[in-house]
């Protein structure tokens, strides 16, 4: 079945660094494309960047550019986003998810929570 | 970028009403959205794309409405395992924004 498994989320002082990773099984990787989306505690979602399925085109939101690169290896069927700079704001569950045509994401993985914290 | 709004921000309801949320686009974004319904420690699922399309596996009690900038997501009969919150996503430009979520709890 398609799946999606995130790792890498955790403890992190601010103006540190973390890579999270997501694991895709279950269907074509090289064929979709991916993006990452947080959730902060108790809050709503946001979109936090975006990826083709070759890598080639790449999009993030202003509240993350600069500090956030997104990228992937379509031969280990994997995602990735390492986050630079991090903040208190940063401080959320990071979902990774599949694009779908226009823009709609079906699966998503199960999330990992990252805490940017002194 | 995109604003999106919901309406209301949580309601109320019983098991076998029928249930509408509201969403609203700051511009047109044609049919270029999308529903999906979280519950508590669980990821998002999608429900509706392209604003009326039902995701496949989804009970035939969500429908999706509207174009431009007002959509409407419908349940048509309230079933207990569908009190969550809603979000709304436009995909007509990125960053492709969410809604602030609809709770939707027990009267």
């Known amino acids: 079945q398609v799946q999606l498994v995130e790792s890498g989320g955790g403890l992190v002082k601010p103006g540190g660094s973390l890579r999270l990773s997501c694991a895709a099984s279950g269907f074509t990787f090289s064929d979709y494309y991916m993006s990452w989306i947080r959730q902060a505690p108790g809050k709503g979602l946001e979109w936090v960047s975006y990826?083709?399925?070759?890598?080639?085109?790449?999009y993030y939101p202003d509240s993350v550019k600069g500090r956030f690169t997104i990228s992937r290896d379509n031969a280990k069927n994997s995602l990735y986003l390492q986050m630079n700079s991090l903040r208190a704001e940063d401080t959320a569950v990071y979902y990774c998810a599949r694009g779908l045509n226009s823009g709609w994401y079906w699966p998503w993985g199960q999330g990992t929570l990252v805490t940017v914290s002194s | 970028d995109i604003q999106m709004t919901q309406s209301p921000s949580s309601l109320s309801a019983s098991v076998g009403d029928r249930v509408t949320i509201t969403c609203r686009a700051s511009?047109?974004?044609?049919?270029?959205l999308n529903w999906y319904q979280q519950k508590p420690g669980k990821a998002p699922n999608l429900l509706i794309y392209a604003a009326s399309s039902l995701q496949s596996g989804v009970p035939s009690r969500f429908s999706g409405s509207g174009s431009g900038t007002d959509f409407t997501l419908t349940i048509s009969s309230l079933q207990p395992e569908d009190f969550a919150t809603y979000y709304c996503?436009?995909?007509?430009?990125?960053?492709?924004?969410f809604g602030p979520g609809t709770k939707v709890d027990i009267k």
């Open positions: 996503q436009q995909s007509y430009s990125t960053p492709f924004t």
């Open positions: 511009q047109s974004i044609s049919s270029y």
């Open positions: 990826i083709s399925s070759s890598g080639s085109t790449i």
